[in-house]
T-cell receptor
Framework: GAVVSQHPSRVICKSGTSVKIECRSLDFQATTMFWYRQFPKKSLMLMATSNEGSKATYEQGVEKDKFLINHASLTLSTLTVTSAHPEDSSFYIC?????????????FGNGTRLTVT | AQSVTQLDSHVSVSEGTPVLLRCNYSSSYSPSLFWYVQHPNKGLQLLLKYTSAATLVKGINGFEAEFKKSETSFHLTKPSAHMSDAAEYFCVVSNQAGTALIFGKGTTLSVSS
C-alpha cells in the first residue's frame, strides 16, 4: 500500500531556533500533501495544504510566516517551524493521497513530536 | 456543511468482548466516510472506508462498519476485542470536493484483560 515517511520522528530544539520536518511519499506521487497538528488528547487540526510547485494553502488562524511549507517535488513536502517557541511544542503529522478525489483516503506519516525548550 | 460526531470520548471493554464505537455524520451529499486508528505517538492508519458501494464495509484487523443513511450513522464494530486494539479511533468524512477530510474528536478505546 501507499507509504508516507516522515522525518524526524522526534526533535527537541531551543526556543528561537528553526526546525524542518520532511514528509515523503515513498511509492506514489502526491501533488497535494496535508500538514496536521495534534494537541494532547485532541483531534487533528489541519494546518495547511501543500501544493507541488505552488504556494501552500493555509487554514484560518495558521501563521504562514511561522510555518513555512515547501513542496518542491511530487514526493517531498517540508514544514519548517521558524523561531520556535514552547507553545509550538506539539505532534505534527503529514499525509497524502495516492489518487485524487473524495473517495481517496489519506495516508499518514508516523508524525513528529516537537518539543521546544 | 459536513461534520462527524463521535458519541463517546472513551470506551472501555474487556478482552474478547465486542467493540462498538459510534459515529454520526452530517452531510448534504452522499458522503465518503473513513475510520482511522492511531496508536500512541504514531500516525494514523486507515481501518476502512465507505465510498457508496456496499453499506457493510470490512476493514483490517477484524473491524467493520455499517453505513446507515436513515440513521446518518457509521458505527465501527469488532466481534472480539484484543489488547492490541487499545488506541484512539477517528471517524472521518470527506468534503464534497475531496480537498479536505473532517475529523471527529476521537474515541479512546481501552481494553482490559
Amino acid at each position: 500500500g501507499a507509504v508516507v515517511s516522515q522525518h524526524p520522528s522526534r526533535v527537541i530544539c531551543k526556543s528561537g531556533t528553526s526546525v524542518k520536518i520532511e514528509c515523503r511519499s515513498l511509492d506514489f506521487q502526491a501533488t497535494t500533501m496535508f500538514w496536521y497538528r495534534q494537541f494532547p488528547k485532541k483531534s487533528l487540526m489541519l494546518m495547511a495544504t501543500s501544493n507541488e510547485g505552488s504556494k501552500a494553502t493555509y487554514e484560518q488562524g495558521v501563521e504562514k510566516d511561522k510555518f513555512l511549507i515547501n513542496h518542491a517535488s511530487l514526493t517531498l513536502s517540508t514544514l519548517t517551524v521558524t523561531s520556535a517557541h514552547p507553545e509550538d511544542s506539539s505532534f505534527y503529522i503529514c499525509s497524502a493521497r495516492d489518487f485524487e478525489g473524495r473517495h481517496s483516503p489519506l495516508h499518514f506519516g508516523n508524525g513528529t513530536r516537537l518539543t521546544v525548550t | 456543511a459536513q461534520s462527524v460526531t463521535q458519541l463517546d470520548s472513551h470506551v472501555s471493554v474487556s478482552e474478547g468482548t465486542p467493540v462498538l464505537l459510534r459515529c454520526n455524520y452530517s452531510s448534504s451529499y452522499s458522503p465518503s466516510l473513513f475510520w482511522y486508528v492511531q496508536h500512541p505517538n504514531k500516525g494514523l492508519q486507515l481501518l476502512l472506508k465507505y465510498t457508496s458501494a456496499a453499506t457493510l464495509v470490512k476493514g483490517i484487523n477484524g473491524f467493520e462498519a455499517e453505513f446507515k443513511k436513515s440513521e446518518t450513522s457509521f458505527h465501527l464494530t469488532k466481534p472480539s476485542a484484543h489488547m492490541s486494539d487499545a488506541a484512539e479511533y477517528f471517524c472521518v468524512v470527506s468534503n464534497q470536493a475531496g480537498t479536505a477530510l473532517i475529523f471527529g474528536k476521537g474515541t479512546t478505546l481501552s481494553v482490559s484483560s
